[in-house]
């Protein structure tokens, strides 16, 4: 008899999520959407800049960050999944907990990467004579902004989201849920601290942008009907990156967290089908922040669009697939260092190993005192960082 009873309430519960599942049908249609998207989008990224570009402080930062955004794509678009097919039947509260825990650890990090890689912009472009960050030094910042992203989601193990719901009929649903209904008052602080957090990043990439634009604007002052080098550090294509991808951090989470604090108001029982998909829809922008780095680094980087055309047609040589972090890759750049007379535009057109083996003619050019051809301009964004000598140098040239 027991058996039989706990069958119906199964089936009944079964039935509450299909009848939600016609609310849910856009949220799932955009979160699969992702999933197909951010997975190959971010599997690229990495194998790119690992085996294309030289070591460089904005190349740690963008492949320990592709890394985490292919990590949530492998495990927080799945969990968010299962959120949506199983509404009311999710499966036990440990398991919502342990993927709460995970995906709040890879958002705080990742939004910790996006600060520092601002950071080092705005030490490159406004202050190129203090210290900068060196490939060496580089790597425990990057190990101190996963302690803290840790840090900010640990406190999600004592407050669960793992809501029980009255369905009626004698039924009790549980949810894994974004925003509760009826949260505690530490769920409340907490969700408080984010946004308090979430708005002081904010806040920051606003100023750090802010600097860097007016020291664009002086720049190109001095520098009006002047010859200039094309891969000026003021107007690099890193710093696009770093903007844009700054931007789409604050454009993804800002309607998260104004949900979280109005959520407690809203009666999702008593919204119309387009309004409650809406709100789902919303409630998951955030993954779109770990989807569309790869798309911005196609839109500003030549070099990164060459090499994804090569991958995709399987026409990577041999000779191309090496790392570039070996002694032997790095000998020609070294060459290079002794040969140039202080030629710091050419030297950064040159910023993978495949430029350097093609880039035959630099003698003749330094020899002759002109400027880099217009291919020889189409750089990576990573190129400013493989000098640490270049901010000095460049700041005696504006002299």
């Known amino acids: 008899m027991s058996n039989i009873t706990i069958q119906n309430v199964e089936l009944t519960i079964n039935d509450f999520n299909h009848r939600v599942s016609d609310k849910l049908i856009a949220p799932l249609v955009f979160i699969i959407l992702m999933l197909i998207i951010g997975i190959p989008g971010n599997a690229v990224v990495l194998i790119i800049y690992w085996r294309k570009y030289t070591k460089s402080v904005y190349r740690t930062i963008v492949w320990n960050l592709a890394v985490v955004d292919f990590s949530f794509c492998m495990i927080g678009i799945p969990f968010n999944i299962n959120r949506v097919t199983q509404y009311y039947s999710f499966p036990a509260e440990w398991i919502c907990v342990m993927f709460i825990v995970v995906t709040m650890t890879f958002l705080a990090y990742s939004s910790n990467l996006i600060l520092l890689l601002s950071v080092c912009r705005f030490r490159k472009i406004c202050m190129p004579l203090k210290s900068q960050f060196t490939n060496k030094n580089i790597k425990y910042w990057v190990l101190v902004c996963f302690v803290i992203g840790f840090g900010c989601a640990a406190p999600q193990i004592f407050i669960p989201k793992f809501e029980a719901i009255d369905l009626g009929h004698n039924l009790t649903g549980h949810t894994c849920a974004i925003s509760l209904r009826n949260p505690s008052i530490y769920s409340v ?152 007379k202080g030629s710091i535009d050419t030297l950064d057109s040159m910023s993978t190993l495949d430029d350097l083996r093609n880039n035959s003619d630099l003698n003749e050019r330094n020899d002759k005192n002109l400027e880099p051809s217009e291919e020889s301009t189409k750089e990576p964004m990573n190129t400013e960082d493989q000098d640490e000598t270049k901010p000095e140098m460049i700041e005696m040239k504006q002299l």
């Open 189 to 340: 602080a907490y969700t408080y601290c984010a946004v308090t957090l979430f708005s002081s990043y904010t806040l920051a990439l606003i100023i750090l942008y802010s600097l860097i634009g007016w020291k664009v604007y002086r720049q190109s002052r001095k520098q009006m009907g002047e010859s200039t080098s094309p891969h000026n550090a003021i107007s690099s294509k890193a710093t696009k990156v770093a903007l844009t991808i700054s931007i789409v951090f604050a454009i993804s989470y800002l309607p998260v967290w104004s949900i979280e604090s109005v959520g407690k108001h809203l009666h999702e029982e008593k919204l119309d089908i387009a309004t409650f998909s809406f709100l789902k829809i919303v409630e998951r922008l955030f993954i779109v922040n770990h989807v569309a780095n790869p798309f911005i680094y196609a839109i500003f980087d030549y070099r990164f669009r060459q090499h994804f055309k090569r991958l995709v047609s399987f026409k990577w040589k041999p000779s191309e697939s090496s790392g570039g972090e070996t002694s032997g890759a790095s000998l020609p750049m070294d060459s290079v260092c002794r040969t140039t």
